[in-house]
């Protein structure tokens, strides 16, 4: 491999961790905003925590807990208005496929 190749997959994933998109979902948002960036991954999930891939590029991840939207039946489902509790900094990793 290049040199040059290298150093041109080097700035893009760089661009990738640095975009504004990826950087403006923070805690406090519901679920219903980060899947404007992000989708689901497949793997062992629940209602409060799950992991989700960048839209753009499924080996960009990132692992989110939620609080429930509601009292009413909590950890039943998945709420677009679930809100987000904390979310990790952008991370690389292989894809899940159930």
């Known amino acids: 491999m290049s040199a040059a190749l290298n150093e041109e997959r080097t700035k893009w994933i760089g661009k990738i961790l640095r975009l504004r998109q990826i950087s403006t979902i923070e805690p406090g948002m519901r679920r219903s905003d980060l899947l404007r960036v992000f989708k689901t991954e497949g793997g062992l999930s629940n209602p409060t925590q799950r992991t989700y891939v960048y839209i753009e590029c499924s080996y960009i ?3 989110v ?16 208005d679930d809100i987000i509790e904390s979310i990790s900094q952008p991370y690389l990793g292989w894809s899940v496929m159930d």
């Open 61 to 63: 991840r990132v692992s």
């Open 65 to 80: 807990r939620f609080k429930a939207a509601t009292t009413e039946s909590p950890g039943l489902g998945e709420n677009p």
